[in-house]
């Protein structure tokens, strides 16, 4: 299913895809959940700040996505449905990298 959110569409049956990292704007060094993407831009989440509701899209030149994911970062990324689990994933990932 796609969904329509000010003419940008991202998937919502597929759910989040990854990590990235902001490389620009005042939210510079936040890390957030990749919920969707279109051509120019991606839709990310943190579960606090931005929602899984009301997600922000950042420019692609502005974001870095993160690579070299545990599997169980993995699996808790593709369960994620509440804005809680974007907190717990973020949270783990803080923890297994030391950030």
Known sequence: MTVMT????????NGPYGLAVSLKGHDKGNIYVIMGYNENRVCVADGR?????????????H????????DNLKRLIAGAEHDSDLVYILRCYRKESGV
Do not use: V
């Not at 000010?6 to 049956?13: H, I, K």
């Not at 974001?63 to 545990?70: A, D």
């Open 63 to 70: 974001i870095q996505r993160l690579e070299g994911l545990s």
């Open 6 to 13: 000010e003419g940008r569409r991202y998937a919502s049956e």
């Open 49 to 61: 700040h931005s929602c899984i509701d009301a997600p922000k899209w950042k420019n692609k030149k």
